[in-house]
């Protein structure tokens, strides 16, 4: 069985710093690629960053400059360090991972985090 486990949410002030961390731990047999979702009150969860098994980043526009994704492949952890926060980052963050489990090589299957919650005030 896999598991997703974030951590790192929680309150901060505008222009402040937060670092979300997930580790994926269980039957892995390799990752492809490791992201950062997020959905806030309302919206559609949306993409915020990604960063592939070769280290190739994107993305979201709203975040590029303030926000880095990186990961740790020994670990099968991914980062999301995020600066210059804004209230409308506000959401929960969900970490995704496309991979292969042990049990089912062939098949890559997409697994999500149970989400932590970022909330940003003004």
């Known amino acids: 069985q896999v598991q997703l486990v974030e951590s790192g949410g929680g309150l901060v002030q505008a222009g402040g710093s937060l670092r979300l961390s997930c580790a994926a731990s269980g039957s892995i047999a390799s990752i492809n690629a490791m992201g950062w979702y997020r959905q806030a009150p309302g919206k559609q969860r949306e993409l915020v960053a990604g960063v592939d098994s070769g280290g190739r980043t994107n993305y979201a526009d709203s975040v590029k400059g303030r926000f880095a994704i990186s990961r740790d492949n020994a670990k099968n952890t991914v980062y999301l360090q995020m600066n210059s926060l804004k209230p409308e980052d506000t959401a929960v963050y969900y970490c995704?991972?496309?991979?292969?489990?042990?049990?089912?090589?062939?098949?890559?299957?997409?697994?999500w985090g149970q989400g932590t919650q970022v909330t940003v005030s003004s």
């Open positions: 995704n991972a496309r991979l292969r489990d042990i049990r089912t090589p062939s098949f890559p299957a997409t697994y």
